[in-house]
């Protein structure tokens, strides 16, 4: 009895892993893609004039 569930604990624990494996390859694979869409995303979103150094305060840096 003892011994079933044991197995049926590790076969989830083997199942999770292989399913978070198959996870981490579809974002490896397909990361370009995802890059591309997300900065497609800051464009629409920023209307175009955004830079990424919109954040800092120049006239500070100038002092």
């Given at each position: 009895m003892k011994?079933?569930?044991t197995w049926r604990?590790?076969?989830k624990i083997v199942g999770?892993?292989?399913a978070a494996a198959g996870?981490?390859?579809?974002l490896v694979g397909f990361w370009?893609?995802?890059?591309?869409d997300a900065a497609?995303?800051?464009g629409r979103l920023c209307g175009g004039n955004c830079?990424?150094?919109d954040?800092?305060?120049?006239d500070l840096l100038c002092e």
């Amino acid at each position: 009895m003892k011994s079933s569930s044991t197995w049926r604990f590790v076969l989830k624990i083997v199942g999770l892993s292989l399913a978070a494996a198959g996870l981490i390859c579809l974002l490896v694979g397909f990361w370009d893609k995802l890059a591309e869409d997300a900065a497609a995303v800051k464009g629409r979103l920023c209307g175009g004039n955004c830079s990424e150094f919109d954040d800092y305060d120049d006239d500070l840096l100038c002092e």
